[in-house]
């Protein structure tokens, strides 16, 4: 049951059929995507094949089973949450020029940056044919045109992420706000569209479509608040890509902004002079010495504590459901990721 959930959710503490039968269907299906589409077929195995946590599709079939949906009936929908979360890590690292992703070379390191740009395109296409296959599973047509719609409005919302995040580099924006208006784009909002395209496609009441959507994005909030705390509470094996890699892309991180806050004197210096450097293309200058300064147990504390607001909103977006497996595996997600929280 837990493939695809590793460093971060650990072990759930239940076994649910729906994230089962996910995971048992999702080989075949992606296998038959990809097959008779070289040479890009080679780009797209390669960047399908290190299968990663699988949370946006797990959360999406939770979410549809919550308002009381088949999740077998939307097997294609949570594919295509796949696919648009690998699609987005290729341009992702190529934007950042990140060579390491998931513990081994990227697709940008293995294939260079046009093949990168080109399987990420086409993994954005994909989602979108996945997506038109719910209607062959007994969806009624206008709710995929809808959960359509949802899906490339969270595009759309991702990409201004993305912008957002590069003008606070440029612009040495340090503000805590930009930082969660940068998450919500970045991470949030393809969290949110997940809950959102599972309650639409069930054909759930705007309510509960509303309620529903807002655990995604809490969710997802406290999902990216930890993933920026990883390289300072593990070795960069265990996190999957360098651990210096938001330093020299000069990335405004929570932990970054809170130790800027919390250092004097040369400490201080030191962390403007990094991000300065960093956001000019320059390499950091010692680089291990600023890791040391955002690690310390004091600004780690308190960037927890955003995190915790962020799970509580999370968990109180559920009280109205009833319970059922999708309920109890959102449930089991936030306990999971609460435990993580130290």
Do not use: W
């Not at 784009?185 to 309650?199: L, M, P």
């Not at 210096?244 to 932990?255: C, H, K, M, Y």
């Not at 309920?327 to 993580?340: N, P, Q, T, W, Y």
């Amino acid at each position: 049951m837990t493939a695809g959930l590793n460093h971060r959710t650990a072990t759930l503490t239940s076994s649910y059929e729906f994230v089962d039968d996910f995971i048992a269907r999702m080989g075949p299906a992606v296998g038959a995507d990809v097959v008779d589409r070289r040479p890009l077929s080679a780009i797209l195995e390669y960047a399908l094949d290190k299968r990663g946590k699988l949370v946006r599709p797990l959360v999406m079939l939770a979410a549809h089973d919550v308002v009381g949906g088949d999740p077998k009936q939307v097997f294609y929908a949570a594919l295509a949450c796949e696919y648009s979360h690998i699609g987005s890590l290729l341009h992702d690292d190529v934007i950042d020029n990140d060579l390491i992703r998931r513990g081994r070379p990227s697709v940008l390191a293995k294939y260079g940056a046009p093949g990168a740009i080109v399987g990420g395109d086409a993994l954005i296409f994909l989602l979108f044919h996945a997506m038109t296959r719910c209607a062959e599973a007994g969806i009624p047509v206008g709710r995929v045109v809808r959960a359509i719609q949802h899906v490339a409005s969270a595009g759309i919302e991702m990409c201004r992420g993305q912008v957002l995040e590069a003008a606070a580099t440029a612009e040495s924006d340090l503000s805590v706000e930009s930082y969660l208006a940068v998450i919500y784009g970045k991470t949030a909002t393809s969290f949110e569209a997940a809950c959102a395209v599972g309650a639409t496609l069930a054909g759930a009441s705007p309510d509960d479509t509303t309620e529903i959507s807002r655990f995604g994005k809490h969710f997802g909030m406290a999902f990216q608040i930890q993933d920026d705390l990883l390289p300072y509470r593990s070795s960069g094996e265990a996190a999957g890509k360098s651990a210096f890699s938001d330093l020299e892309n000069g990335r405004v991180t929570l932990p970054f902004l809170v130790a800027l806050q919390t250092a004097a004197g040369a400490d201080r210096e030191l962390l403007t002079r990094a991000q300065a450097m960093a956001a000019a293309g320059e390499q950091v200058a010692d680089i291990r010495r600023v890791a040391a300064i955002i690690g310390q147990e004091e600004v780690l504390s308190r960037c927890v504590e955003f995190e915790r607001r962020e799970i509580a909103q999370a968990a109180s977006s559920l009280d109205r459901f009833d319970g059922g497996p999708g309920k109890l595996f959102l449930g089991d997600l936030i306990e999971v990721m609460a435990g993580r929280v130290t």
